[in-house]
């Protein structure tokens, strides 16, 4: 661990470069929520995951123009013209690397990205599973809804107000909320 405090890369300490990446990342959430509250005038949650409020492109593109810009600190012309240019190529390369990463985990990080797409994907399938059955009573039928362990588990880490304000636009998640009734409960802007 000592390792990690003393090692540098391009004058800035690992140590600091990681706590730039996930503040980044971080940011890059709220600066998406903002967005969607000025376009849209709701305040909603703008992760791509249920359980990790990090958007990791931002925190790479961030801590890329940071350790590469810092010097240039008295041209600014120059930073914003070189910032787009590493920006497109950090957008790129995650592209590229998405497309060809996903045969491997690498690191802590996408085990917990991957356990928490499981978590996503659990918590959708569950969602479809309680659209059919309302749709079964709607129209008169009997039926039960499952509850196994697996479906108390997914509901007690994704209850319905998270997905419905994780994923609200999904024609998926608008059938759940016209059958429930429930809605989102993010914040309104008056108007």
């Known amino acids: 661990m000592e390792e990690l405090y003393s090692a540098t890369v391009l004058g800035f300490s690992v140590y600091l470069i990681l706590w730039l990446l996930v503040i980044y990342s971080f940011l890059g959430v709220l600066v998406e929520m903002i967005f969607c509250l000025v376009q849209e005038g709701v305040l909603e949650s703008r992760v791509g995951l249920l359980y990790l409020p990090l958007r990791p492109i931002y925190g790479v593109g961030g801590v890329a123009c940071t350790v590469l810009l810092h010097r240039f600190i008295q041209e600014p012309i120059l930073i914003f013209l070189s910032g787009m240019v590493i920006c497109t190529v950090v957008e790129y390369v995650a592209s590229f690397v998405m497309e060809k990463a996903f045969n491997t985990v690498t690191t802590v990080l996408m085990i917990l990205a991957l356990l928490s797409l499981v978590v996503t994907l659990a918590a959708?399938?569950?969602?479809?599973?309680?659209?059919?059955?309302?749709?079964?009573?709607?129209?008169?039928?009997?039926?039960?809804?499952?509850?196994?362990?697996?479906?108390?588990?997914?509901?007690?880490l994704a209850p319905?107000?998270?997905?419905?304000?994780s994923v609200p636009r999904t024609s998926l998640m608008l059938e759940f909320m016209e059958l429930t009734g429930e809605r989102r409960a993010w914040i309104r802007v008056p108007g």
């Open 124 to 156: 959708l399938a569950r969602i479809r599973k309680r659209v059919a059955v309302l749709k079964a009573r709607t129209r008169g039928e009997a039926v039960t809804a499952s509850d196994t362990v697996w479906d108390r588990l997914i509901a007690r």
């Open 160 to 165: 319905d107000s998270v997905m419905i304000n």
